[in-house]
Structure formats: structure tokens, C-alpha cells
């Protein structure tokens, strides 16, 4: 696992998983569908990594599909972060 | 009135003429004043007339494992849940608490705390510890039924709660359990075939749903057991439950529509019903309806609205042609989202209207009524419904003209109190009509149409939000001086939470600080309850006895006059 998915992993353990809820979290474990990250919490989590890697993630993209995994989360953090860099 | 025809649905004319709830009550096989319990009616009950062997629950979770139990299951396990609890010590009229998430536990421990005559008290799992400690500290709770994933929050408020005796871990297998703490395996409980069900009535206690309101705590509305009697009708004649139907109802049991429709309805009606135990995903959800040829969906307007903006294409790539009736529930469902269910599904999604209080649909598009796409509908037989003057509080006669949706208590599954709080549910009602905070209007026809809430209150995905809750977790953080909470405009979601905040001296506004409040309100009280945007100001708009006007800053991002500001102090 990279540093990006990393920091993502990290962070969506500390903040959405209940103390006693022992479930692992990997690059592919399903957040949104399996119940970890709800639509609602999505939006701490896109501010999270705006601040994090200075970015602005556009509303379209903050689909429940793009934040469905540590690994989708990523992607589309590259995505914008390449997208800034061109601009 | 006759049985409805297969194919031919009856007017409305046709459907009030003649209307008694007794047509509910012969077909429940229920007499007013004889027994009468939720949790045999919706599983013994559909035993004895034969059908103990077909689905009731066709059960997913997101990994896509599934569990099918059949009405014969449900009697069991809940006589099962039921002999346990009282094993426990708990008793009638005692509070027990459902939180969990959409587990197989979850449907049927609500059917076993009703068998033994307890009050079910379910809470949406998402809850924070505040808002579990304010529900279960004002209920009195005795007991409370939980996962080990959400035990944590239990025990850091638990020594604030000298009622709750049990703390019940449906999988608990493996965990240290602590002070209070029982595990309970269900599958590995020996099964209990007989149970004594409690003998309730028409006016016993049932159901305990949390509510929120402008000001103060959240009301508990306290529903009975003859609620069924409505429930049941309301979802044969508005939800179109027939025989070999599958039913899928998108809303969690923490929430009214969960329950009223997620479980009563459908199993009083002897339905087999399907829950996926997993957060929104379009293609999941398709998937689901195609996989277990889901035929009735009861779903809510954020979630059709988030499915348009997946498009019409993906809905095609599933075959949904098993879908027969739809309908919406939560907010007002824009007639967008009517159209484009027609073209996405070849059906219309039918708008419902009803509350936590109300316990039943109370207005509504009927099957086979011609629907006025971003209209309510009109009132169910037996519902006296009105729009009156905010003043008077009487009816207006005139077509077309705003005022406060008003019902005539008195339908089976009315609410008979707020929990603890009787000036709170008195203050609901005036001249004779239950108020219940919406502004609409009623056309020609007889048609009703949503205008807005009346309250502070925030709308958000169908969940009410107090915005006093917001406001005073928000001043548990260190750096909040001052705030108010007030509803944000929404494309998906309707309303959202945004809040005004001034901060203490020493603290300087910063992306860090906004998203440390934000998740201070998830944790302390719900997902629901965070706020979506949250914006520094240097002061709130405030009487000039110091009370803080919302409406003000509300009337703002509505881009709605601000009003008499008069009486505002000034800047």
C-alpha cells in the first residue's frame, strides 16, 4: 500500500470505525456500501483530503462510487492532483 | 367496500365511499377490545392462516450473502428473542432499545420485545453518543439490544444511564464483554416454538420513535398496538402489497418509515419483503431489484435523486421489468424525479406524505390515480385532512392559498403522547387539528402541495435535524463562541446542515478548524446532524433581548426576504 492509500486507510479508521469495531480496512473494502463511510460523512472525508494534498475535489466527482474504496479514494486524489498540476 | 379487482384499481371516490378502519380490523381478524399484539399479528398470525413456509424476509448484505426466513422462522426466533428477554428480568411497558444495523436481528428482536409486551425504542445505528444518551436518558430505556460494533458508544454513556440494566451483543462471540453486558447468539439460542405472547390491546404501548423539534430535546412518539390497523390498509391500498409480491423498502428501522413499512406493514400483510443491509451504490441497488425480482419499491427522494444523476443508461443495463408499483416517502419528491422514474423504470414513482407522529401515510398518490407530478396526493379514507390558517387555525376554503397541513386525530395509529412530555404534545395541536409543521396548499381537485416546513427544523434525505441539537454540540467544542443551524438549499439531499459560527477569542477561522467541528457533530450526534458547510461570521443576527434569529440567516441562503428585522439588534 502507497503513502496516499495509506494516509486514506488511516484516517477513515481513526475517524468512522467505532472503538470495538474490529473490521480491516484495505485498499479495496467496500466503505460506502459496506456501511463504514455513509454519504453524509463523505463530505468530511472530501474536506479531509482537500486540506491534506491542497486540492479541490469538484462537487461531480464526489460520487459515492469514487469514494467506495481506499483505492478509488486515491485514484481520484491522483486524478484531480494531476488535473491541478496541468491547469 | 368489495375486494379491489386485480386489475382495475377503484377511484378515490370509490375508496372513501363507505371508508371504516373495521375493513382493516375483519381482515386482520381483530375485534376493538379483544388482544391484539404487532408481533403475533405480523408472524403467528400469518402461521395459522397457512402460510408459515412462505418468505418473509429475503435478507442481503453487502458482501451479497443472503438469509431467507419464513414467516415460521419469524414466529420462532422472535418467541425466541421474546423468552430471552424475559429470562433477563424485563418486563412489560419496559423500554427496551433496537440499535443495530439492517441484521436479520434487528426485524426480528422488534417483533420479540412487542411479543412480551415491551416498548420498542429503535435507533438509527448511526446515532452518536449524545443522541443515544438524550433518547435513552429521557425513555427511561431498561435494556438495549446492540452489535459489537457499536457497543462503544454504549458504554461511554452508560453510567449516565441508572435505568439501563441490560446491555444485550447480538455477536458478541470472542468480545470481553464488560459491566451489564450479556452475549446473545441467536443462531446457537435453542429455538422456542410456544411463547405466551402478551395479551396487549388496541391502546397498549408499542413503538417509542424519536423525533426532533425546534426547540429542546427530541420528542419520543409514542405509538400502540392497534396502530396496525392502519398500517396494515395503508400499505395494501397505497403500497399495492399483493400476494406474490416482493417488497423492498429502502428505510432503516431507526427511522419511522423502517418500521411502520419496513416491518409492520408488509408481514402484518403476510409479504415477503427483501432489505439489503448495505450503504447506496446505483448498480448494487439494481442489482438487488433484478436478483431477487423485487416488484414493489418503497424508496425516498434522495435516493431517486442520487440514482438520476447515475442516468438512465445504467438502470437499463439491469433488467428491472419485475418493478410494478413504486413509491416515495421523506420529502416532497420533485416531479424531475417522477418523470424521470417513468422513463428510467416505465413506472412513476408515487409521492407519500406522513410523519414519525402520524404512524400511517395520511396523504397520498393512489395506485391507479392520476398523479400530478411534485403533488402530495390526497388524504387516505379515513384521515380528516386540511390546510387551515396559521391564525385562526381554521380551514381555508379558498383554493390555492397557504397554510398548515391540519389532521383530525383520531386514525388507529395516531400518536397517543410525547414520551415525558405533555406540553410538547399538547402545543401540537389547535382548534381541534393536529399541526403538523408544513405549509402546503391544496389545488382544485383536492390535490395537496408541499410549500415548506413552518419550524426551524432541517429536512435533510427525509431525517428531521433539531437545530438546537446542532447548536449545543456545537458549543461542546473549545473554539465555538456563538452558533445557529439552519437549512441549506440541497440538489440531492433537499436540506443540509449549515451552521454560523463565531469563535472564542484566541481561535482564528482555518480548513483544520471546520473540519474538526464538522466531525465533533457526526461523532457526537449523527452523520445527519454534521454539518455540510460551515461559515465564520463575526456576529449572528440576534433580537435585542439576545435571542439568535435563524430565520434571518435561513432567509438568506434560500434567497427568501429576510423580513421584519425591526426588532434585531443592530450590528
Not at chain 1, 34 to 50: A, N, P, T, W
Not at chain 2, 354 to 379: A, D, L
Not at chain 2, 564 to 571: E, G, I, Q, R
Request: net charge negative; aromatic share 10%; with cysteine.
Amino acid at each position: 500500500m502507497d503513502d496516499l492509500k495509506r494516509v486514506i486507510r488511516d484516517y477513515v479508521v481513526k475517524e468512522y470505525l467505532e472503538e470495538g469495531d474490529d473490521r480491516e480496512v484495505t485498499e479495496t473494502t467496500p466503505l460506502i456500501t459496506g456501511g463504514i463511510v455513509d454519504s453524509f460523512s463523505m463530505v468530511s472525508l472530501k474536506r479531509f483530503l482537500e486540506r491534506k494534498y491542497s486540492i479541490r475535489i469538484p462537487d461531480a466527482e464526489a460520487t459515492p462510487a469514487a469514494f467506495d474504496t481506499v483505492q478509488n479514494i486515491a485514484e481520484l486524489v491522483a486524478r484531480v492532483q494531476a488535473g491541478a498540476g496541468r491547469a | 367496500m368489495p375486494e379491489l379487482a386485480v386489475h382495475r384499481y377503484p377511484t378515490y371516490e370509490e375508496r372513501l365511499a363507505g371508508f371504516d378502519w373495521a375493513i382493516a380490523e375483519r381482515e386482520l381478524g381483530h375485534r376493538r377490545g379483544e388482544p391484539l399484539n404487532i408481533g403475533w399479528s405480523c408472524s403467528d398470525r400469518i402461521c395459522e392462516r397457512g402460510d408459515g413456509a412462505k418468505p418473509a424476509l429475503i435478507w442481503e448484505d453487502f458482501h451479497g450473502s443472503s438469509r431467507t426466513f419464513t414467516f415460521d422462522d419469524l414466529r420462532v426466533l422472535s418467541n425466541t428473542i421474546a423468552a430471552s428477554l424475559v429470562r433477563l428480568g424485563l418486563g412489560p411497558g419496559e423500554r427496551i432499545c433496537l440499535f443495530m444495523d439492517r441484521i436479520p436481528e434487528l426485524y426480528l428482536g422488534f417483533l420479540g420485545v412487542l411479543k412480551m409486551g415491551g416498548i420498542v425504542q429503535p435507533l438509527f445505528s448511526a446515532f452518536g453518543e449524545d443522541s443515544l444518551w438524550t433518547r435513552l436518558d429521557d425513555a427511561g430505556t431498561a435494556a438495549i439490544l446492540t452489535q459489537r460494533k457499536h457497543v462503544g458508544k454504549v458504554r461511554r454513556i452508560r453510567e449516565r444511564l441508572p435505568n439501563l440494566r441490560r446491555i444485550v451483543v447480538v455477536d458478541a462471540a470472542g468480545a470481553a464483554l464488560q459491566e451489564r453486558e450479556i452475549g446473545f447468539d441467536l443462531d446457537r439460542e435453542p429455538r422456542v416454538d410456544r411463547f405466551e405472547v402478551y395479551p396487549g390491546g388496541d391502546e397498549t404501548p408499542s413503538v417509542l420513535h424519536y423525533t426532533s423539534g425546534t426547540t429542546g430535546r427530541p420528542k419520543g412518539a409514542q405509538h400502540v398496538h392497534g396502530s396496525v390497523v392502519a398500517q396494515y390498509l395503508t400499505t395494501k391500498w397505497v403500497l399495492d402489497l399483493r400476494p406474490d409480491d416482493v417488497y423492498w423498502c429502502n428505510a432503516d428501522p431507526g427511522w419511522v418509515t423502517g418500521t411502520s413499512y419496513g416491518i409492520i406493514g408488509p408481514w402484518s400483510n403476510g409479504a415477503t419483503q427483501a432489505v439489503l443491509d448495505a450503504g447506496f451504490n446505483a448498480e448494487r441497488w439494481y442489482a438487488f431489484i433484478q436478483k431477487h425480482r423485487v416488484t414493489v419499491w418503497y424508496s425516498a427522494p434522495t435516493a431517486i435523486r442520487l440514482l438520476m444523476r447515475e442516468g438512465t443508461a445504467l438502470a437499463r443495463r439491469f433488467d428491472l421489468g419485475s418493478l410494478r408499483h413504486l413509491a416515495s416517502v421523506g420529502e416532497p419528491l420533485n416531479p424531475e424525479a417522477v418523470v424521470w422514474s417513468q422513463e428510467a423504470f416505465g413506472r412513476m414513482f408515487h409521492d407519500t406524505f406522513w410523519q414519525t407522529e402520524t404512524g400511517c401515510i395520511v396523504i397520498t398518490n393512489f395506485p391507479g390515480m392520476p398523479i400530478k407530478p411534485g403533488s402530495m396526493g390526497r388524504p387516505f379514507p379515513g384521515i380528516a385532512a386540511a390546510v387551515v390558517d396559521p391564525h385562526s387555525f381554521e380551514p381555508i376554503a379558498e383554493r390555492g392559498r397557504v397554510g398548515l397541513i391540519a389532521l383530525k386525530p383520531g386514525w388507529p395509529s395516531m400518536m397517543r403522547a410525547y414520551w415525558n412530555n405533555p406540553d410538547g404534545y399538547a402545543a401540537k395541536f389547535r382548534n381541534g387539528w393536529y399541526l403538523c409543521g408544513d405549509r402546503a396548499t391544496i389545488d382544485a381537485d383536492g390535490y395537496f402541495w408541499f410549500v415548506g416546513r413552518d419550524d426551524d427544523v432541517i429536512n435533510t434525505a427525509g431525517h428531521l435535524v433539531g437545530p438546537f441539537e446542532v447548536e449545543s454540540a456545537l458549543l461542546e467544542h473549545p473554539a465555538v463562541a456563538e452558533s445557529a443551524a439552519v437549512a441549506k438549499p440541497d440538489p440531492v439531499n433537499m436540506e443540509v446542515v449549515k451552521v454560523f459560527v463565531t469563535l472564542k477569542k484566541g481561535f482564528a477561522p482555518s480548513d483544520e478548524l471546520e473540519l474538526d467541528i464538522m466531525n465533533v457533530v457526526r461523532k457526537r450526534l449523527s452523520p445527519l446532524a454534521m454539518p455540510q458547510e460551515i461559515e465564520f461570521v463575526d456576529a449572528l443576527p440576534k433580537t435585542r433581548s439576545g435571542k439568535i434569529v435563524r430565520r434571518v440567516l435561513r432567509a438568506r441562503e434560500w434567497g427568501e426576504p429576510v423580513g421584519d428585522v425591526s426588532t434585531l439588534m443592530d450590528d
